[in-house]
Each structure stands twice: as C-alpha cells, then as structure tokens.
C-alpha cells in the first residue's frame, strides 16, 4: 500500500490536467451533439459511434492530401450531416425504430470509414503539418484557448438556432409529437433536421480529436455515445446542483461541455491512480448507469409499493412515531 | 366551410377485427355553424372527427375546407385550416416547454417557420391580453414551464391555442371529458365565449347531452358509422333530453329506458 502511494507522482497529475481540458472541450462537441437528439428530440442515437470515426477518417484523409486542417473539419461536419440524414430517414420515411436505424447507420459506416481510410488507421505527420489543435505538450494551452474560443462560438451558434422559428419547432418535435403536427410542425422534417445535425456536431469532434491525437482509426468511435450520454448526465447534475432551478439553453449547453470536461479530468486522475486503462470502458458504463438511474430511484423513496407498505405497517403499530 | 363527402374508413381491413367506423358520411358545415356530435360507444364520432384533421388517410370520398380539397394532405398540412384541442389535456401542450413558447408556437400555426426569433417583444404583450381573457391568472406566468400548470389549466391553455390565429374550422374532441366537472364547465364556458366572439366554424364532440343540446347552434347524432339526426334552428334550441331520447330509440329501433348508450 504504501509503495503505491509512493509510486503517484503528483506532479504528473499536473502535467496530464491540460491534455484532459482540451479533450473535454473536444469531447464537449461530440456531447452537444448527442444532446440535441438524446435531450431535446428524445431519441436515443447509436450512429454517433459511426459518424465520430467517420469525422475522424475524413479530416485525416484530408489533411493528408494537403488540405488545411481546420477546413477539412466543415467536411467532416457535412459528412457527419449526411451519415445523420441517412439515420433519419431510416427512422422517419421507412419506420425504422430509432435505435435500430442508428445501429444500423454504425454498422455501414465502419465500412464506409474502412473504405475513406484504406486501412483501419491513418496517421499524420504532427510535426510537419500546421495543426492548430494538437496533444503536442509545449503547444497544449494553445490548444486549449483555441477549442474554448470555438467551443464558445459553437455554443452560441446551438443555442441561437434553438431560440429561433425553427429551433422551436425542433423543441417541441421532441416534447410533443402529437402537438406539434397539430400545429403544422412536420415531425419528420424535424427528427431528421435534429438527427443530421447532432451527427454533423459529434463528426466534427471525431476529425478534431483525430487531429489532436495525429491519426484516425476506425474504432476510434467505439463507445463514443456512452462517453457523450455520460457528459450529458454529469454536466446536467452539476448545472441543479449550482442553480437549483429552470436555466437558459445557453447555460444548459454549457454544463454539458463542463460536463465532458469534468469527465475528461476525472479519467486523468482514474488512470493516474493506475487504475487498469483496459476497464475505463466498464467504469464510465457503471458511471453513465449510476447518474441516469439516481432521478428515478430518487423518485422511488417516497413513491413505490416498498415505501407503502411500510407506511401501512406503521399505522398497524399505532403509527404515532 | 367543411364539406365531408361521402367518406369511408374502415379499421384492420380482412381481417376478423375489420370494422366500419364510418360508413358513406356526409356532412356539410356553414361557415359559423357550432356543431355538436353525440352518439354511443363505436358510434364513429372520433373517426369523423379525425378524419377531418388528418389523422390518418380515409378509405373513400373528400374532405374539403373552404373549397380547398384536404384528402391527401397530412396533419400537420391542414394545421393552417385546423385549430384542435384533444381529450386528453397533456396532448395539447409541451410540457417542458415556456407558456408563452407554446403560445408562440401556435401563433405559427400553418405557417412557415424561419428563421427570425421564435418569439417577439410584441408577441408577449398580445399573449399577456389573451391570457387575462381566461381569467386563471396565467397571464403572470408566461415563463411557467406548461407541464407545472393543472390539466384545466393545460387544457384551457390549448383552447386558447387552438384560436390564437384564427382557424376556419376549431376541433374540439371530448374536450373536457378527462377534468372534474366544476373545469369541465368552465372550460366549456371558455370554449362557448371564443366560439361565438371569434365566430367559429365548430365542431365539438361531446358525451353530454345536456351540453350537446345547450351548445351550438346544430345537433348531429351519429350510430354505426353513420349521421342517424341532424337538427338546428329553432328546432335544436326547443330540443329536450326526453325527445332526444325518444328520437334515437325510434330511429335505431333500439328500445333504451337509460341513457347509458348515448352517454357511454
């Protein structure tokens, strides 16, 4: 035991702090994206998984071919459009249930990224090539102050799109089926919008976190909803416990990227335990299972057949206490 | 304003649950009519009534709104014509979303969404005055997210949605069936007001004769699909229970003591 502590260097905490920021920021993308559909449409997207590879294979590829980084990240973003529109029309025009059309969208595009890359991975030149977001350590703030300044646009962009016309609708898409086609809202129209969208958003993330780390690899997306759904949760359990009450988007979108950001930091210090990297996997599953059942357990104390019961046995022993 | 022609729908067609819910109907509504339909269990009222809103496509015949032909188009398409308010009071608004977010998404009703603001500075004011119309006190709580709000409230929220752009013809289905009856009358007090103030093209389906008979200003009832009465005018305003009654039993031919079919 006391080897073990021996052995934590705190300093190296310090040291992987920074590169656990910007993959949260990076991270925070990619989580945004799985809010609009988990959160606001109320669908459960699986081909996130798909498209953040996707995003990955495409911006590599690009930049392989000499083109600049930051441009190949709106390709990835359409790439991710169009993987996100073929879910949504699996789902809304042939019935697919949602959750199938994603799985189904994952499986193809593993293929589809295979057939970008050639090979199940691709790596850059880091040093070569002019990457303004890169793991690179003497360039790590950098880094970090880039992704937050387009975090921070990005997330006025998200939340300007949900205050207007449209972005309305797509709310209410997701609240109120029945209401919102009563009012003219084409449903359809909008899961397919959300879902292009929030694909758009998590491939972007993959082709900057392929950059950032200098390769894509096909299963770099393996996992990746879990990673987003567990920034989601922990992201909205810190913005109640901070205001205890209705927040704006803009302060929503936000605790979401906090969210990523946390998660990023609290797997530094996981790992830095020595914590087994093989079972981060495992232990942001139980993490995810744990936040997203503590509202409905929370519920259960005081409202189950239990608690009830042992109301009703009180009241036989005289129920004075 | 409404024209229903001859329309059909038929539930799981060949197969051994196949059932007629609405057989050859037709009906006609002038512009301003309050209709009131009444009629037993299966008799097809919420079938006519949601083949008028697009619900679903029809086996046969035509729709028509104000000479525009609606057959093949979906709900959502005939929302500029249609405002709706549902039975169940948690259909009508979004939950999570702002009252006056759902007011100004029914503000839009029909029309193209783009994109300006969803909600303006003007709006807020008209939404307020609106508001205070229903006397419940919402006009003070237009950032109250509407899932807080009672079902009375929801559903007198959804009325007031439902004419907030004047439709051409107002759907009300069983719309105060699921609350207790002192917000169930007002409701209908509510709904009696802004059809008559806003000269409504309606039609109401209800399961209380009473109501059927003091409302509006025509009378249908419907059995097995079809209209099987159809009385306004100075007639309808002398309708009685009793006569109703007696009428349904001598054109079904069913010998009923209770009211329990009409009312069930």
Redesign the interface.
């Known amino acids: 035991m006391a080897s073990y502590f021996a052995s934590l260097n705190f300093e190296a905490l310090l040291r992987a702090c920074p590169g656990g920021i910007a993959q949260g920021l990076i991270w925070g993308i990619m989580a945004l994206g799985v809010y609009f559909t988990f959160r606001i449409l109320d669908l459960a997207d699986l081909s996130v998984d798909g498209s953040f590879a996707t995003g990955g294979a495409v911006s590599i590829m690009l930049i392989l071919n000499g083109w600049n980084p930051e441009l190949t990240l709106i390709i990835a973003f359409i790439a991710g459009l169009l993987a996100g529109a073929i879910t949504g029309f699996l789902h809304t025009k042939l019935g697919i249930p949602a959750i199938l059309a994603g799985i189904l969208t994952q499986i193809a595009l593993y293929s589809i990224n295979l057939n970008i890359m050639g090979k199940a991975n691709q790596a850059i030149n880091v040093g070569q090539t002019s990457l303004r977001i890169t793991s690179n350590v003497d360039l790590i703030w950098r880094t970090i102050l880039i992704m937050f300044i387009g975090v921070i646009i990005l997330m006025g962009l998200l939340y300007r799109f949900l205050?207007?016309?449209?972005?309305?609708?797509f709310?209410?898409t997701g609240?109120?089926d029945?209401?919102?086609?009563?009012?003219?809202?084409?449903?359809d129209h909008m899961k397919l919008l959300g879902l292009a969208l929030s694909n758009g958003l998590v491939a972007m993330s993959g082709g900057l976190l392929a950059q950032y780390q200098g390769f894509a690899d096909v299963n770099m997306g393996r996992g990746a909803i879990v990673i987003g759904l567990a920034a989601v949760v922990i992201g909205e359990v810190i913005c109640e416990a901070i205001y205890h009450r209705?927040v704006s988007y803009f302060h929503r979108l936000s605790f979401i990227v906090i969210g990523s950001i946390v998660y990023y930091l609290v797997y530094v210090l996981v790992l830095w335990l020595k914590f087994p990297a093989n079972d981060m996997k495992l232990l942001t599953a139980v993490v995810v299972a744990i936040f997203l059942a503590v509202p409905y357990l929370k519920n259960k104390r005081t409202n189950s057949f239990r608690y009830a019961g042992n109301m009703a046995k009180k009241m036989e022993n005289g129920g004075e206490e | 304003m409404l024209r229903v022609e001859e329309i059909t729908k038929i539930f799981n067609p060949g197969t051994i649950n196949e059932k007629v819910a609405v057989d050859k109907l037709s009906l006609h509504l002038a512009p301003g009519e309050f209709v009131t339909v009444i009629g037993g269990n299966g008799a097809g009222k919420s079938t006519l009534l949601n083949a008028v809103?697009g619900t679903w496509p029809v086996d046969g015949g035509r729709i028509t709104i104000d000479g525009n032909d609606v057959t093949a188009l979906?709900?959502?398409?005939r929302?500029?014509y249609?405002g709706?308010v549902?039975q169940d009071p948690m259909?009508?608004?979004?939950?999570?979303?702002w009252l006056e977010?759902n007011l100004?998404?029914?503000l839009?009703?029909?029309?193209k969404?783009?994109?300006?603001?969803?909600?303006s500075k003007e709006e807020r004011v008209f939404y307020r005055e609106r508001l205070e119309t229903l006397g419940l006190g919402l006009e003070d709580r237009l950032s109250t997210?509407v899932g807080l709000l009672s079902g009375g409230q929801r559903q007198a929220i959804t009325l007031l949605?439902a004419t907030l752009k004047q439709p051409k013809l107002l759907l009300l289905d069983e719309h105060t069936a699921a609350l207790d009856p002192a917000t169930a009358e007002k409701v209908l007090e509510l709904s009696d007001n802004m059809i008559s103030e806003g000269n409504l093209t309606t039609l109401m389906i209800t399961h209380n004769m009473k109501d059927a008979i003091r409302l509006g200003n025509r009378l249908i009832m419907m059995n097995q699909g079809k209209i099987i009465l159809d009385i306004s005018g100075e007639e309808k305003k002398h309708l009685t229970k009793q006569e109703l009654l007696d009428r349904f039993a001598e054109i079904s031919g069913v010998q009923e003591e209770t009211d329990s079919v009409l009312l069930s």
């Open positions: 205050g207007i016309e449209i972005g309305c609708a709310r209410a609240n109120n029945v209401m919102s086609r009563s009012l003219g809202i084409n449903t209705q | 809103a979906a709900d959502f398409q929302a500029p249609i709706r549902f259909l009508g608004t979004a939950p999570d979303m977010e100004a998404l029914a839009r009703r029909g029309q969404r783009g994109i300006k603001w969803g909600i997210k949605m």
